[in-house]
């Protein structure tokens, strides 16, 4: 069983910064991309950033050149650097991987985990 279990969430001044990471966990072979999406109330899930297994990054236009998305192939573990918060990025943050590849062989499309919330006050 796969398990992404996220940390680092919390309340935060505008200005701040928070730091936010997920491990995966299970009998994972391959993981192509993770990323972290967040959801707000009364709004739609959307990608904040992800990172593919050979680095490549995709960042929403909200979170460039405030935010850093970085992984660790080896520890299945994914972290997003948050700086310069706003209270508009106030959200629950989920853990996301795509495309996982099992050592049974089976594929799973994506996996998620629970969400930390994220809380910048003004």
């Known amino acids: 069983q796969v398990q992404l279990v996220e940390s680092g969430g919390g309340l935060v001044q505008a200005g701040g910064s928070l730091r936010l990471s997920c491990v995966a966990s299970g009998s994972i072979f391959s993981i192509n991309a993770m990323g972290w999406y967040r959801q707000a109330p009364g709004k739609q899930r959307e990608l904040v950033a992800s990172?593919?297994?050979?680095?490549?990054?995709n960042y929403a236009d909200s979170a460039k050149g405030r935010f850093t998305i970085s992984r660790d192939n080896a520890k299945k573990t994914v972290l997003l650097e948050m700086n310069s918060l706003k209270p508009e990025d106030t959200a629950v943050y989920y853990c996301?991987?795509?495309?996982?590849?099992?050592?049974?062989?089976?594929?799973?499309?994506?996996?998620w985990g629970q969400g930390t919330q994220v809380t910048v006050s003004s």
């Open positions: 990172i593919t297994s050979t680095g490549r990054t």
């Open positions: 996301n991987a795509h495309d996982v590849v099992l050592y049974s062989g089976n594929y799973v499309r994506d996996y």
